[in-house]
């Protein structure tokens, strides 16, 4: 199983950002996935959830209306638009496996290996 995500990067606040994370290994489709957010001193935080045909989304209250979640199931890609961007949205965010409804952040072991999100003026 392997989760590569790309995309991150340094950017202004009410700047945008999309995220991408490739999966290999295991039956993408099949799988509801999600974005977690490791923010620096703080716990992990599920931002995100999509289920496998897309046709249902999660977002935590702290990105509703500014975060977007889709998948391409044919290209095995997880994808989070983010738009207006806020200095707390700093973090490591991963792409995960979700077995998961909700806002309960799946364990570590189904996290790839994380992309850095910086918003700094």
């Known amino acids: 199983v392997q989760l590569v995500e790309s995309g991150g990067g340094m950017v202004q606040p009410g700047g945008s950002l999309r995220l991408s994370c490739v999966a290999s290994?295991?039956?993408?489709?099949?799988?509801?996935m999600c974005w977690v957010r490791q923010a620096p001193g703080k716990g992990p935080e599920k931002v995100s959830g999509i289920n496998t045909g897309g046709g249902s989304t999660y977002y935590a209250d702290s990105v509703k209306g500014r975060f977007t979640i889709s998948r391409d199931n044919a290209k095995n890609t997880l994808y989070l638009q983010m738009n207006s961007l806020k200095p707390e949205d700093t973090g490591l965010y991963y792409c995960?496996?979700?077995?998961?409804?909700?806002?309960?952040?799946?364990?570590?072991?189904?996290w790839g290996q994380g992309t850095q999100v910086t918003v700094s003026s």
């Open positions: 290994g295991f039956s993408f489709s099949g799988y509801d």
């Open positions: 995960a496996r979700d077995p998961y409804r909700g806002k309960r952040v799946p364990p570590s072991g189904y």
